[in-house]
């Protein structure tokens, strides 16, 4: 499995490929902006698009998504608490076309020989998910490397990030964390060393003031 991290977009959201090396074929995570930079590495490495998937459904992850979907012919999936109307959130909906689908807890995806299987994590959005990839995971905005998502905009829900930033602690094992914005970082190490993972585990109560990423 090859992992390539696309930093695009003012806010430098991380887009990610990751690529089934024998068979070219690959899973776009989050087109954030710069349609260009992420279609140019499919296209000079000749990889196959099988799938797009949103880690939620703000506007700096998916404003490259029109593009990129119609250029590759992905199909790409959102959660669809992501997917309804909340307010100035609503960059991404569910076409009548088919070409934005659903996808929820549990469900699992075939990219060549890569599983992707979701976890819903949701807290920074109604609708956040975490995309489980053999030693990777890929958190979108609900843990970053020593912080997590904010909560402060519509639909935000502190309760639910410290919830979801248990279930993550919870899962057995280390893994390398891919995450929407920043460094890289392992799931070992945010255990050890993330107040906010750290406090979540501990039953702690989290003030919405007190993320701010």
Do not use: W
């Not at 696309?6 to 690959?26: A, W």
């Not at 976890?119 to 920074?124: I, V």
Request: proline share 3%; with cysteine.
């Amino acid at each position: 499995m090859l992992i390539k991290t696309l930093p695009v977009g003012m806010l430098e959201t991380n887009c990610y490929i990751v690529t089934d090396e024998g068979t070219r074929k690959c899973a776009i995570i989050d087109p954030g902006a710069e349609s260009n930079t992420i279609l140019d590495y499919v296209e000079s490495n000749r990889l196959a698009p099988m799938a797009i998937f949103l880690t939620h459904g703000h506007f700096d992850h998916c404003m490259a998504l029109e593009t990129v979907a119609e250029s590759t012919g992905a199909p790409a999936y959102i959660h669809e608490r992501d997917a309804e109307d909340i307010g100035f959130r609503r960059h991404c909906s569910l076409g009548a076309e088919g070409k934005l689908h659903s996808y929820a807890e549990g469900d699992s995806f075939q990219i060549g020989g890569i599983e992707i299987t979701v976890l819903e994590t949701p807290g920074h959005s109604p609708g956040s998910v975490t995309l489980l990839c053999e030693s990777a995971l890929f958190t979108g905005d609900t843990l970053f490397r020593d912080s997590c998502g904010r909560t402060d905009l519509e639909g935000g829900d502190t309760a639910q990030l410290m919830a979801s930033l248990r279930r993550l602690s919870d899962i057995d094992g280390d893994y390398e964390v891919y995450p929407g914005h920043a460094d890289t970082t392992t799931l070992n190490r945010e255990r050890s060393f993330n107040y906010y993972m750290k406090q979540a585990c501990s039953g702690a109560t989290i003030l919405e003031d007190d993320v701010d990423i």
